[in-house]
């Protein structure tokens, strides 16, 4: 299976400014179509997981723009421009393009 | 809207039977992959399996297969997981999801529950 690794395990944030989480995956997510088949997925506590990015950087509709996603093959990252209160929570990493799909360990973000 | 909602869960002895279920509503289900993807309790998120729109394909992931069937019922709208022979570690939240493709799950339910114990 393709292992998705995390970094950091835990972020402590403060309000208003930017975080950033790194994603790296043991095989390339690279489509021979071109794309690279990398979401992020928030959890909230008590909720289920949120789709935030798919396809590395498309934004899901709803989802404010402070949040980004960037990348090439193996490596990845999900910034927040500025943190607000609402965006604490564990942030995962998934990739789709081999089978099974494989989720990171994610990222706890807190607010401080 | 999308709304995607398990049922189905409970407690259930080592060795034992459970079968989940999952109704569908707001989007065309037949018209799209379907997932089952289970959280253990305080650790991540684990793909169980899933099936294309017209339930020809299905994929396990090797730690359910043989003893987990995943099926749907387009008629009804309804995803389910036929769960056999169930063991401690397969205690979990079980979300069934939606999928676009290429894993990408964009639609989850709130979850249900399945503890396995004597």
């Known amino acids: 299976d393709v292992v998705m690794t995390q970094s950091p395990l835990s972020l402590p944030v403060t309000l208003g400014q930017p975080a950033s989480i790194s994603c790296r995956s043991s095989q390339s997510l690279v489509h021979s179509n071109g794309n690279i088949y990398l979401a992020w997925f928030q959890q909230r506590p008590g909720q289920s997981p949120r789709r935030l990015i798919y396809?590395?950087?498309d934004r899901d509709s709803g989802v404010p723009d402070r949040f980004s996603g960037s990348g090439s093959g193996t490596d990845f990252t999900l910034k927040i421009s500025r943190v607000e209160a609402e965006d604490a929570g564990i942030y995962y990493c998934?990739?789709?393009?081999?089978?099974?799909?494989?989720f990171g360990q994610g990222t706890k973000v807190e607010i401080k | 809207e999308v709304q995607l909602v398990e049922s189905g869960g409970g407690l259930v002895q080592p060795g034992g039977t459970l079968r989940l279920s999952c109704a569908a509503s707001?989007?065309?289900?037949?018209?799209?992959?379907m997932s089952w993807v289970r959280q253990a309790p305080g650790t991540g998120l684990e793909w169980v399996a899933n099936i294309n729109p017209d339930g020809s394909e299905k994929y396990s992931v090797p730690s359910v297969r043989g003893r987990f069937t995943i099926s749907r019922d387009n008629a009804k709208d309804s995803l389910y997981l036929q769960m056999n022979s169930l063991r401690a570690e397969d205690t979990a939240v079980y979300f069934c999801?939606?999928?676009?493709?290429?894993?990408?799950?964009?639609?989850w339910g709130r979850g249900t529950l399945v503890t396995v114990s004597s």
């Open positions: 998934m990739q789709g393009i081999h089978w099974p799909p494989t």
């Open positions: 707001g989007f065309t289900f037949r018209s799209y992959w």
């Open positions: 396809k590395l950087s």
């Open positions: 999801a939606r999928d676009p493709g290429f894993g990408a799950v964009d639609w």
